[in-house]
């Protein structure tokens, strides 16, 4: 019988594994892993140069080594296990058969050797021109190649998830709408869709150019399409690490949207604004219109926030009604104190719930307006707020979803389930600590890619306040603690993989009658709540989170005025 007519069972949740998807879906993740692990090596490199009183490695390998860490992380890992999540959320949740595998393989193959082609040209010092890679800083022909090639093999993956969604309604896997989880997976790709037609609009006449065929690129051009698939890059993982919030909800307290109406309609407004906080790389540049500026930073992005806002407000109120209808209903908050914080699963998700919305969320916006980017741009900040999106809220619910993913996927059981259990809090809180220092540091001016704050040697030497080094010290220590936290999923990942006590798998045979067991039934159905269930404890949280947003927002205008004199 051919893999392709084989389905399994977990015994443990009763979801759905379509044989050739299972085999793709392992091989994406793994391959995630593998990149997390370099670029983590990466990050650690990076972080004790910037760590001034360590300043571990010289300029030419810095700048090497900041290349291949945002490719490797950014584009490399996150990617890989967005298609693991793509294959997941069609192939499994929908319980059919995966579309075209085989094109699905020829997708892996082509993001592995697009991969390793791009760092070959990094790490053989052909291609230091950082991620954004901006002409007219030329790189190696092959290090654009690479990016071509894994640009085209997530494509290809990208629309092997859609006809999945085309054979599962034509074979009726499912009745009604797709499950939200799927609904927000799909969201995800249509923006990848996007993202990727962006990069191949800049680098394939990059690369033409590199190779001499094509005479000269305009600056101008080159930033803005470039940020067209640069940042919208991370409304993919926006998207995606969402959609796996709701997962884990569902997952773990069998909860349900409170409004999955309101939910799928703020999926929508990614698709339709989400990608124009591209422009807040650009506020700066001269080139470019005030009124393209204003409309893209102040007007319609304001929509995409508004969309982020309702997903804050109604995953930890889906949490919180779940769990008032088990008793949880003294005071305000019982539903989450007696919620269960020593499930890596559960923390990690929620810690990236909080980082994301908090940290990642309100800079975002403030970065986001015109007038307040000239604060920061170009500052340590930038990347303090996208390690609050990219790494508190995007890879850290990854790493909580790989718990789940560990038995019920590779069938193995987790080793050293304590360490596991401290895992997500000594990466989310280094990280949180990390992400704040650099914007510490960024508002007192530290510059976002020099390698050497002290500036020792230079015609006109600039010596920043004592603060700005103390920030960059305890920058060094958190992103040490991240890195640690980091390494500690890796390791156990991987040992778990390799010698995990292996569980029942169950067996394969052809479709059959799904189990209905809770964890299948949490993330195959959809609909709202019940019956009303008041959530008053995170109507709290969303006040608080306002308060925050306000107060900041005040904080940053002030801080503004104090330069008008200079006018």
């Known amino acids: 019988m051919a893999s392709t007519d084989l389905f399994r069972i977990c015994p443990r949740t009763g979801l759905q594994y379509h044989k050739s998807a299972e085999g793709l879906i392992k091989l994406n993740?793994?391959?995630?892993?593998?990149?997390?692990?370099?670029?983590?090596?990466?990050?650690?490199?990076?972080?004790?140069?910037?760590?001034?009183?360590?300043?571990?490695?010289?300029?030419?390998?810095?700048?090497?080594?900041?290349?291949?860490?945002?490719?490797?992380?950014?584009?490399?890992w996150i990617i890989f296990?967005?298609?693991?999540?793509?294959?997941?959320?069609?192939?499994?949740?929908?319980?059919?058969?995966?579309?075209?595998?085989?094109?699905?393989?020829?997708?892996?193959?082509?993001?592995?050797i697009g991969a390793v082609t791009f760092n070959?040209?990094?790490?053989?010092?052909?291609?230091t021109v950082m991620m954004t890679s901006y002409v007219p800083l030329p790189a190696h022909p092959a290090f654009y190649l690479g990016l071509i090639l894994f640009a085209v093999g997530a494509l290809i993956a990208c629309f092997i998830f859609l006809g999945t969604l085309v054979v599962a309604k034509a074979e009726k896997t499912y009745e009604g709408s797709i499950p939200l989880v799927t609904f927000g997976a799909m969201t995800a790709c249509i923006i990848a869709i996007f993202t990727i037609a962006s990069g191949a609009i800049i680098l394939i006449p990059t690369f033409l150019w590199s190779l001499g065929y094509i005479k000269t690129i305009d600056p101008l051009m080159y930033r803005t399409i470039w940020w067209a698939f640069g940042h919208s890059s991370q409304q993919i993982n926006v998207s995606a690490h969402i959609a796996v919030w709701y997962a884990i909800a569902a997952i773990v307290f069998g909860a349900k949207p409170m409004s999955e109406r309101v939910s799928r309609m703020a999926f929508t407004l990614y698709i339709f604004f989400l990608q124009l906080a591209s422009a807040h790389h650009l506020l700066s540049d001269p080139g470019l219109s005030v009124e393209w500026k204003v409309f893209n930073t102040?007007?319609?992005?304001?929509?995409?926030?508004?969309?982020?806002?309702?997903?804050?407000?109604?995953?930890?109120?889906a949490i919180e009604a779940a769990q008032r209808r088990k008793g949880y209903t003294k005071g305000l908050f019982e539903w989450i104190r007696k919620a269960p914080w020593g499930n890596p699963v559960f923390s990690g998700m929620f810690i990236s719930l909080i980082g994301f919305g908090f940290l990642g969320g309100i800079t975002g916006v403030m970065m986001g307006t015109e007038q307040l980017n000239m604060l920061i741009h170009n500052t340590i900040y930038v990347p303090g707020h996208f390690h609050a999106t990219v790494v508190i809220g995007t890879t850290l619910a990854f790493m909580s979803l790989t718990w789940f993913l560990l038995p019920t996927l590779f069938n193995r059981e987790v080793l050293m389930p304590g360490l596991a259990k401290w895992q997500p809090y000594l990466f989310g809180?280094?990280?949180?600590?990390?992400?704040?220092?650099?914007?510490?540091?960024?508002?007192?001016?530290?510059?976002?890619?020099?390698?050497?704050?002290?500036?020792?040697?230079?015609?006109?030497?600039?010596?920043?306040?004592?603060?700005?080094?103390?920030?960059?010290?305890?920058?060094?220590?958190?992103?040490?603690?991240?890195?640690?936290g980091g390494a500690i999923y890796i390791g156990l990942t991987v040992l778990t993989i390799?010698?995990?006590?292996?569980?029942?798998?169950?067996?394969?045979?052809?479709?059959?009658?799904?189990?209905?067991?809770?964890?299948?039934s949490a993330l195959t159905g959809h609909g709202g709540q019940e019956a009303h269930v008041g959530v008053p404890g995170t109507f709290v949280f969303a006040l608080v989170f306002l308060g925050a947003f306000v107060l900041y927002y005040f904080v940053n205008w002030k801080y503004l005025s104090t330069v008008w004199g200079l006018s």
């Open 429 to 484: 809180g280094g990280m949180g600590v990390f992400c704040l220092a650099m914007m510490g540091a960024g508002t007192l001016g530290v510059p976002r890619r020099h390698w050497d704050m002290s500036f020792a040697g230079t015609a006109l030497p600039y010596e920043f306040p004592g603060s700005a080094w103390l920030m960059m010290a305890i920058v060094g220590v958190s992103g040490v603690a991240a890195v640690v």
């Open 81 to 112: 296990f967005e298609v693991a999540i793509l294959y997941f959320c069609s192939s499994t949740l929908l319980r059919c058969r995966l579309a075209t595998p085989k094109l699905a393989w020829l997708a892996f193959a082509l993001m592995i």
């Open 498 to 520: 390799l010698f995990g006590k292996k569980l029942d798998e169950g067996t394969y045979s052809t479709k059959g009658t799904v189990l209905k067991m809770p964890v299948a």
């Open 29 to 76: 993740a793994v391959a995630a892993v593998v990149a997390l692990l370099v670029g983590g090596v990466l990050a650690l490199l990076i972080t004790l140069t910037r760590w001034q009183a360590v300043h571990l490695v010289g300029a030419d390998t810095f700048y090497m080594i900041l290349t291949a860490h945002g490719l490797d992380m950014l584009v490399v």
């Open 120 to 127: 070959v040209a990094i790490f053989t010092g052909n291609a």
């Open 298 to 317: 102040s007007y319609a992005m304001y929509l995409a926030v508004l969309a982020s806002m309702i997903h804050g407000l109604t995953v930890p109120g």
